[in-house]
């Protein structure tokens, strides 16, 4: 913990239960915050009105404000109404499995098969993407790009054929071509209308998804919450894709369709990109709807003295010039732990993607790292000094790096530590000089 947060949190303890007040005036922010989001207003009002009474005379916790325990519980409620956890797609116990996609025109289904696909591909599964949009003009050609861009098998039977049989015929493709999964682009209106939604019922009867996927445009702000009811209603989806999310989009529409439909986000989508599918992490979605980062990291930090003291020792350790790639390895978990370091930056408000631009983290360069540690044995990474040539050539085959990488890893850390060593004298020099004065 810096100094400054520490003299922030010993000025605010000993607040003793919140009041009915207390609450009040914090939830007016919250609300606020919720609405500038674009959650949904009645989803608003509802969630506001059961936090007041949840969070009224509950104790305020040592080294909060009374305004940030309310946060803090917002948070928690946020979290926990997005499902805790992330929830992964289903999987057929038969062969192939089955996935549809449905949403609005311009939602991103298209380009969400395609992401869909290359995440399948990276996990080794053979993904067909089937072409089920015979309305829109060059939509079939757009899948197939896109199949192309991927590597992955596609099916289309032309725009002659019913939308219901091309799927069906797509099945039967996969069993033969050895597909594992399938899935299903439709066709998207700009409004619901019958049409569609009877087409992707028939869909839904000859095919049986394991997954039914709305796909939905996280900027369609309050309408969202309109259409994932009727797709809800009338196909009973199974999850859903929140796409565009790379955006300055605060993500509202993540809660107000989770508490319509009560179905999982699987996916977001953050950008045109194939590789620009993440994961649904409902605790990431709360903070960044609240966009109250700062407030939630102070919280955080004021849980995790624990970690804060691990901090510190580490910290120690540096300065006594102890510090081994033992301890560089348990710092790079701790990074891992938090998930991407991206991601991280960009949820604190007001910064967004292209502010990063500039900011280099190659997760891989980090990956490559660890894998050298790993392959020293525990006492290498304590005295990295006895690392000879032969030592040098094992660790470079065990990690499947060249020898160079090892060498430059090792003079690395060997600077850094040199550095840190010049910063401490200097510290010690400046601190001997204040006190003779
Ligand atoms: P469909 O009509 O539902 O099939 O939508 P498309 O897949 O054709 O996507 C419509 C437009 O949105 C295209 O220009 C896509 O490149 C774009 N798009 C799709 N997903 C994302 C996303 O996650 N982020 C951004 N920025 N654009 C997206
Ligand atoms: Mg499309």
Do not use: W
Not at 42 to 52: H, T
Not at 197 to 223: H, R, Y
Not at 338 to 343: A, I, N, Q, R, S
Not at 423 to 429: Q, Y
């Amino acid at each position: 913990l810096g100094d400054k947060l520490q003299s922030i949190f010993d000025s605010l303890k000993g607040k003793g239960k919140l009041s009915e007040k207390d609450v009040e005036l914090a939830m007016k922010e919250i609300r606020m915050a919720l609405l500038e989001a674009d959650v949904n207003y009645k989803v608003v009002k509802d969630f506001v009105k059961d936090i007041k009474e949840r969070a009224t005379g509950q104790e305020v916790m040592e080294s909060l404000t009374p305004g940030q325990m309310v946060i803090k519980i917002v948070n928690e409620e946020l979290t926990s109404l997005m499902g805790e956890k992330e929830v992964k797609l289903n999987i057929s116990s038969k062969s192939p499995t089955v996935i549809l996609m449905c949403g609005l025109q311009g939602a991103g289904k298209t380009t969400h098969c395609g992401k869909l696909a290359f995440h399948l591909l990276k996990k080794k599964k053979k993904p067909l993407l089937v072409a089920c949009d015979i309305y829109r003009p060059a939509a079939i050609k757009q899948l197939q790009v896109v199949s192309k861009a991927v590597g992955c098998d596609f099916f289309e039977m032309g725009d002659k054929v019913s939308a219901v049989d091309i799927a069906k015929n797509g099945i039967e493709y996969a069993r033969k071509n050895g597909n594992d999964y399938v899935i299903i682009d439709t066709a998207g209106r700009l409004h619901i209308d019958e049409s569609l939604m009877d087409e992707l019922v028939n869909i839904k009867k000859e095919v049986n998804p394991d997954d039914i996927l709305l796909v939905v445009d996280a900027m369609t702000g309050q309408d969202a919450v309109n259409v994932a009811e009727k797709f809800n209603e009338n196909l009973e989806i199974t999850g859903v894709v929140l796409t565009k999310l790379d955006g300055d989009t605060r993500g509202g529409a993540a809660l107000s369709i989770r508490k319509v439909t009560n179905k999982p986000i699987k996916f977001i989508g953050t950008g045109e990109k194939m590789e620009n599918l993440e994961p649904f992490y409902p605790d990431r979605m709360a903070s960044r709807i609240l966009g109250m980062g700062d407030v939630l990291s102070l919280i955080e930090k004021a849980e995790n003295v624990i970690d804060a003291k691990r901090a510190k020792e580490l910290e120690e350790k540096i300065r006594s010039q102890s510090y081994s790639f033992n301890d560089y390895l348990e710092q790079l978990e701790q990074m891992k732990n938090m998930g991407p370091l991206e991601d991280l930056l960009s949820m604190i408000p007001g910064v967004n993607k292209n502010m990063l631009k500039g900011i280099n983290i190659d997760e891989k360069d980090i990956a490559r790292v660890e894998a050298i540690i790993r392959s020293m044995t525990y006492e290498e990474r304590e005295k990295p000094e006895i690392i000879d040539v032969s030592r040098k050539k094992r660790i470079a085959e065990g990690s499947g790096v060249s020898q160079a990488k090892v060498n430059t890893l090792l003079k690395q850390f060997r600077e850094t530590k040199k550095m840190m060593k010049q910063f401490t004298n200097l510290e010690k020099t400046a601190k001997k000089r204040g006190k003779m004065k």
